[in-house]
């Protein structure tokens, strides 16, 4: 236990408490945005903005061709805060045009897709811009974290979604839907210019770094890909649901059902975004490295633990929360927490170390693999078993990639840290 409180009082040192408050009333002004907005918009016109939101959603972890993530993992590497300053001018520089040129791209393709609902281009041109403006934000939040102001980055965070729903209560009520759409796009942007100045940084016109180079670029691009895979890796089962069962209310059932253990995802997130710069910062000391794998994992089995009992005892009684005609679905539901163990122990850590080592690669890669399983997979199970066979390759597939994330990182890590 002695190892835990020392884990625990690590986390809070580097002000993860204040990360997993933020986290929490992140979520909360989420779903308040969201139900004023479903309050104050017209139900059809919603729909649109949503629709055309969603396609854009994919789209904004590559915004910037991902050098926000490059900016995290190489900027732990670096020495000094001149560099560090240095890094975050170049990347906030390149990322500005790389996120313009997308924006731009996206906007000319668009325009000759022939969309099933009417607004849906403009609504969807308009909010291309908010892959350049979170962008911006995300990069404010990163070097925060490479400063390692946690705190300052958890108020960021609290306030980009406090302004989001205030512009959103605000802007909806006056001009409808249009008014939303503008809630999104400049509600990043305020809260970076609230930040900046507390951010205490100086931009810089040169770049004297090596480290900018072809492999640079190429890292941020793969993880911002990744991130986009993993999303689809994740609605491939609606959309599998829907094809092969050709029943809507079963895709709805499904949803619901999966709310819940997908929203506990965020638990090893909060660790990983308080811990990332630290670890990265010290990867090549093997000790430190495998003194917080073994904290992590065995903190994360003792929350498992209790996730498991609790969800298996009040399964009927927390899907209840949804309807009484969701109790039905206990098995599928307590299904997908076991799959979730495997995020908590495995992939969550191991596929972050894979990050810090620079292999974010590897991540692309079995992330394909998955997806590639699980539309074969689902192709077979769904229609014997319905929407359980969707969350059992669900839960497979997070095992599966959670233990492969395990064995490559230590295959790579004993071959370059030795």
Same mark, same amino acid.
């Given at each position: 236990m002695g190892d835990i409180k020392e884990y625990i009082k690590g986390f809070i040192d580097r002000s993860g408490n204040y990360v997993f408050l933020s986290t929490l009333f992140s979520r909360g002004f989420s779903f308040l945005g969201s139900w004023i907005a479903l309050q104050l918009i017209d139900h059809e016109e919603l729909g649109v903005i949503l629709f055309a939101f969603s396609i854009v959603q994919f789209i904004i972890p590559?915004?910037?061709?991902?050098?926000?993530?490059?900016?995290?993992?190489?900027?732990?590497?670096?020495?000094?805060?001149?560099?560090?300053?240095?890094?975050?001018? @170049?990347?906030?520089?390149? /990322? &500005?045009?790389?996120?313009?040129?997308?924006? #731009?791209? +996206?906007?000319? $393709?668009?325009?000759?897709?022939?969309?099933?609902?009417?607004?849906?281009?403009?609504?969807?041109?308009?909010?291309?811009?908010?892959?350049?403006?979170?962008?911006?934000?995300?990069?404010?939040?990163?070097?925060?974290?490479?400063?390692?102001?946690?705190?300052?980055?958890?108020?960021?965070?609290?306030?980009?979604?406090?302004?989001l729903v205030i512009l959103i209560f605000l802007l909806s009520y006056y001009f409808d839907g249009f008014g939303y759409v503008?809630?999104?796009?400049?509600?990043?942007?305020?809260?970076?210019?609230?930040?900046?100045?507390?951010?205490?940084?100086?931009?810089?016109?040169?770049?004297?770094?090596?480290?900018?180079?072809?492999?640079?670029?190429? @890292?941020?691009?793969?993880? /911002? &890909?990744?991130?986009?895979?993993?999303?689809? #890796?994740? +609605?491939?089962? $609606?959309?599998?649901?829907?094809?092969?069962?050709?029943?809507?209310?079963?895709?709805?059932?499904?949803?619901?059902?999966?709310?819940?253990?997908?929203?506990?995802?965020?638990?090893?997130?909060?660790?990983?975004?308080?811990?990332?710069?630290?670890f990265t910062e010290k990867i090549a000391d093997r000790e430190y490295i495998m003194k917080y794998i073994k904290n992590y994992v065995l903190f994360f089995a003792i929350i498992s633990i209790?996730?498991?009992?609790?969800?298996?005892?009040?399964?009927?009684?927390?899907?209840?929360?949804?309807?009484?005609e969701y109790m039905m679905y206990t098995d599928s539901f307590f299904i997908l927490i076991i799959g979730i163990i495997g995020i908590f122990l495995l992939r969550g850590v191991f596929g972050n170390l894979l990050a810090s080592i620079g292999r974010i690669e590897i991540n692309y890669y079995i992330i394909c693999m998955a997806l590639l399983i699980n539309i074969l997979s689902n192709q077979y199970l769904i229609p014997i078993y319905g929407i359980k066979g969707a969350a059992i390759t669900s839960a497979i597939l997070m095992w599966f990639t959670g233990i492969l994330s395990w064995l490559c990182f230590a295959y790579l890590y004993r071959k370059k840290y030795r």
């Open positions: 590559i915004g910037g061709f991902g050098l926000h993530q490059s900016l995290i993992r190489y900027g732990a590497l670096l020495n000094s805060n001149e560099e560090k300053q240095e890094l975050f001018s @170049y990347v906030l520089k390149k /990322g &500005i045009i790389a996120s313009i040129l997308i924006i #731009l791209l +996206l906007n000319v $393709i668009g325009y000759f897709i022939p969309f099933q609902f009417d607004k849906t281009y403009g609504y969807f041109s308009f909010l291309t811009l908010t892959i350049l403006t979170i962008f911006i934000l995300e990069i404010i939040k990163i070097q925060f974290r490479l400063q390692h102001k946690n705190k300052l980055y958890a108020s960021c965070e609290f306030w980009y979604n406090a302004i503008i809630a999104l796009i400049i509600s990043p942007l305020i809260t970076v210019l609230f930040f900046l100045k507390k951010l205490n940084i100086k931009l810089t016109s040169t770049n004297n770094l090596k480290i900018t180079n072809f492999f640079f670029w190429r @890292y941020g691009f793969l993880g /911002g &890909i990744s991130n986009v895979v993993t999303q689809l #890796l994740i +609605l491939i089962d $609606i959309i599998l649901i829907g094809h092969l069962m050709d029943d809507p209310i079963q895709v709805t059932n499904y949803r619901y059902i999966s709310i819940i253990p997908f929203s506990l995802l965020f638990l090893p997130r909060v660790f990983i975004t308080t811990d990332f710069v630290t209790i996730i498991l009992v609790f969800s298996y005892l009040f399964a009927s009684e927390i899907l209840s929360i949804f309807g009484k």
